[in-house]
């Protein structure tokens, strides 16, 4: 069975630091774009970042540009979310996604979304 499941969420405080983990189970990673998506309140879902699996193309949104990396470690068959420089604006419910050629809303997979939440 088929699983993606996040972890690292919490809360931080303007400025900080998160780093977000994803784990998959029951595929291998290898052959997959694999990525993170996010839903704020209010807000409709966004995708921040992506990784391909030929080339190791990345991709990021403005907002998050020069403050995320996205990386990989196909023998963990994980995927993180490094996230610095943190600020009220990224509060959101993150998601980690997996494709088989992109990352986009029709991604095959999806995790159950870690919250973080960024305040004082």
């Known amino acids: 069975q088929v699983h993606l499941v996040e972890s690292g969420g919490g809360l931080v405080q303007p400025g900080g630091s998160l780093r977000l983990s994803c784990a998959a189970s029951?595929?291998?990673?290898?052959?997959?774009?694999i990525g993170w998506f996010r839903q704020a309140p209010g807000k409709e879902r966004e995708g921040i970042s992506c990784?391909?699996?030929?080339?190791?193309?990345?991709y990021y949104t403005d907002s998050v540009k020069g403050r995320f990396t996205i990386s990989r470690d196909n023998a963990k068959n994980t995927v993180y979310l490094q996230m610095n420089s943190l600020n009220p604006e990224d509060t959101a419910v993150y998601y980690c996604?997996?494709?088989?050629?992109?990352?986009?809303?029709?991604?095959?997979?999806w995790g159950q979304g870690t919250q973080v939440t960024v305040s004082s």
């Open positions: 996604v997996a494709d088989s050629l992109w990352c986009d809303d029709e991604a095959d997979y």
């Open positions: 029951g595929f291998t990673l290898d052959y997959y774009a």
């Open positions: 990784i391909n699996t030929s080339d190791g193309n990345t």
